[in-house]
């Protein structure tokens, strides 16, 4: 199953071996950080993904597999700005 997320990038990681999301969702003292989980960038460069597809600030809405230990994060499923634009396939 997967996990609907709204919320703004606070970090967009193009590292090896994975890339990674921080996503700040809420606001406040109720704000969640997510740290979500993607592929090696070789493999998300085959998919249109670049270093720049993400910036610090985007709003953003977001489907991952979370984690089994209900720690805030998961696998990205798909990511999709605000108006509802595919960034890029994440699969």
Known sequence: TTVELVGTV???QWN???CYIQLTVGSGAAAREYSVEMGA???????GWTPRSLRSGD???VAIYPLRSGDPGGELASVT???GTPIVRAR
């Open 16 to 18: 090896n071996p994975h």
């Open 59 to 61: 709003a953003v809405r």
């Open 41 to 47: 960038p070789l493999h998300l460069m085959g998919r």
């Open 81 to 83: 700005r605000m108006d």
């Open 10 to 12: 606070r970090l967009f």
